[in-house]
């Protein structure tokens, strides 16, 4: 069975600093990895994907995550944290060539705080 | 890019009653929505899968008598949490594939149910 961990469920960085958040998948199979983030009162969007391609994935907003099969990663980092990126953080992992969002395991989610 | 609007955000009843949760593609139309809910600190878990103009199909451990979807139309998918006690107070998020666009996931914004 698919499954994804979350290391920490509140992260706080200062504006500017480096901005990392933890993710560790259990699969049998290559998986598919996302990373999606919801901002106050709206719903969740796609950061990125990763999908067997190139293993550093770049997203929208400045993050990028890397898959580490080696070590089943796929951590989210962002170089230079803005106040704007608080939020919480999921990630997600699904089956290859997923057809249908079901298959889609989330993890437990990350908050993310930016101090002035 | 897609919104789906997911109404009300947050509800607050009294154990026994009723509650209704719309979710709503505001411009695609979907032939598939997801139901999820999040207990805080754990993973969003999915509950059923809404299928336009068919019965939804609920993920095992779900009462589907108890949560109630219905998915009349391409644009709406509604979930009723019949007959609420405290322990179904969470957090529900719908979201909705695009019809034709099987990869791509819309989240609504979720909504807190506070069961008193």
């Known amino acids: 069975a698919q499954s994804v961990t979350q290391l920490g469920s509140h992260v706080s960085v200062s504006e500017g600093a480096l901005v990392l958040l933890r993710c560790n998948y259990s699969?049998?199979?290559?998986?598919?990895l996302f990373w999606y983030v919801q901002y106050p009162n709206q719903g969740l969007q796609l950061l990125l994907k990763?999908?067997?391609?190139?293993?550093l994935v770049k997203g929208i907003n400045g993050f990028e995550a890397e898959f580490k099969k080696s070590e089943t990663s796929f951590h989210l980092t962002k170089p230079s944290a803005h106040m704007s990126d608080a939020a919480e953080y999921f990630c997600?992992?699904?089956?290859?060539?997923?057809?249908?969002?079901?298959?889609?395991?989330f993890g437990s989610g990350t908050r993310l705080s930016i101090r002035p | 890019g897609a919104v789906v609007s997911q109404h009300p955000s947050r509800v607050i009843c009294k154990s026994g009653t009723s509650v209704k949760i719309e979710c709503r593609s505001l411009?695609?139309?979907?032939?598939?929505m997801f139901w999820y809910r999040q207990f805080p600190k754990q993973s969003l878990m999915l509950m059923a899968t809404s299928n336009e103009g068919s019965k939804a199909t609920y993920e095992q451990g779900v009462e589907k008598d108890k949560f109630l979807i219905n998915h009349a139309s391409l644009t709406l998918s509604t979930l009723t949490v019949t007959s609420a006690h405290p322990e179904d107070s969470s957090f529900y998020i719908c979201s909705a594939e695009p019809q034709g666009l099987r990869e791509k996931l819309f989240f609504g914004s979720g909504t807190q149910l506070s069961v008193l």
């Open positions: 990763y999908t067997s391609a190139a293993t």
């Open positions: 699969s049998s199979v290559p998986p598919y």
């Open positions: 997600a992992v699904s089956e290859p060539g997923y057809s249908s969002a079901s298959k889609i395991i």
């Open positions: 411009d695609f139309q979907a032939t598939t």
